[in-house]
């Protein structure tokens, strides 16, 4: 079964390290997204890549995260320096390249900050 | 922005019921989808539709967008402990692959024995 997969599925961290979550999109798919889910505030899109160029991150905090994509197997979302406020679980999906938007999660970064 | 409203926010049910879900916005979208998220995991999608007025059935549960492209309801037949999770319907903006989408605030459904 293609999956998307990321890692590390959990990290405990201390506030002002820095943090970096890796995604390795299914092969083919064409689009990213980061997403982050809280109880609060559940998907928040944070930023999301066609053909691994930047379409909007707008729902990022541009002072903190970053997001890339250095080829077409990899996505990365680092912050830094991390805030207790960064807690969240992290989920990365890919989008074919063919079809409606769909979106394919992986199974996310649980992220505590204390 | 564009937002999803989804309706209940929470349901608690016996076995054997029917139940629907109800996904709303102010603004039209080219396609939506249902996902289904369990304790852990990513969401997964369920279904998408396209079409105004279109209706989708996937065993037991059958899906509708609304007319003018901006509503859709989930409706699950004979509920069963299976069904229990969290149910999200997500609209994209634009057409093609490279849509934003926005995710719905949840359904959170208990199908008890």
């Known amino acids: 079964d293609a999956r998307v997969t990321q890692t590390p599925r959990h990290k405990v961290t201390e506030m002002g390290q820095e943090v970096t979550m890796r995604c390795q999109p299914i092969?083919?798919?064409?689009?990213v997204f980061w997403y982050r889910q809280t109880m609060m505030q559940g998907l928040e899109l944070l930023a999301y890549f066609r053909n691994r160029a930047p379409l909007d991150d707008s729902g990022m905090p541009k002072d903190r995260f970053s997001a890339e994509m250095p080829d077409a197997t990899l996505a990365t979302l680092k912050i830094q320096p991390s805030e207790p406020r960064d807690s969240a679980v992290y989920f990365c999906a890919s989008g074919p390249r063919d079809g409606y938007a769909e979106a394919f999660f992986g199974q996310g970064t649980r992220l505590t900050v204390v | 922005t564009q937002l999803l409203e989804q309706s209940p926010q929470f349901l608690s049910i016996q076995e054997g019921e029917n139940l629907t879900v109800y996904c709303n916005s102010s603004s039209v979208f080219s396609s939506l989808q249902w996902y289904r998220q369990e304790p852990g995991e990513g969401p997964v999608l369920l279904v998408t539709v396209v079409t105004g007025g279109e209706v989708k059935k996937l065993k037991r549960l059958t899906f509708q967008f609304g007319d003018a492209r901006k509503d859709s309801s989930l409706h699950i037949t004979a509920a069963q402990p299976g069904d229990t999770g969290l149910y999200l319907c997500?609209?994209?903006?634009?057409?093609?692959?490279?849509?934003?989408?926005?995710f719905g605030t949840g359904t959170r459904l208990q199908v008890t024995l």
């Open positions: 997500a609209g994209a903006g634009n057409t093609g692959t490279a849509s934003k989408l926005t």
């Open positions: 092969l083919g798919h064409n689009t």
